[in-house]
């Protein structure tokens, strides 16, 4: 009974490693998804006094409002443009967005 619950928590355990892997962005992609961001972010990523900015934004805290905005967690006019993204699609703009230079 112990190995079987041991067997059971080792499984998990990895279905979550292989899971995090999978959630990684791929930057290259994410430059190619960010020229529809560019038009208010700016083609830096810098945004300006309205719109904030992404340029050097930490990946997982971009990647999770772009999910909380398509969720509706957080409501505004990012709402209309997340709507289509897959995961991947977000965690490729994050990624993309954390290679920019902030200054």
Do not use: N, W
Not at 40 to 48: F, I, L, P, T
Not at 83 to 96: F, I, K, P, T, V
Request: glycine share 12%.
């Amino acid at each position: 009974m112990l190995a079987r619950k041991l067997l059971i928590a080792m499984m998990f355990m990895l279905m979550l490693v292989a899971g995090s892997v999978q959630a990684g962005g791929d930057a290259a992609r994410g430059a190619g998804l960010a020229s529809d961001c560019a038009d208010c972010h700016g083609a830096d990523g810098k945004g300006d006094e309205d719109i904030p900015a992404l340029a050097g934004m930490d990946a997982a805290e971009h990647a999770q409002k772009l999910a909380d905005y398509q969720s509706g967690a957080i409501e505004g006019d990012m709402t209309d443009y997340v709507g289509d993204l897959s995961e991947q699609d977000m965690a490729d703009l994050a990624a993309y967005y954390v290679t920019l230079p902030s200054e």
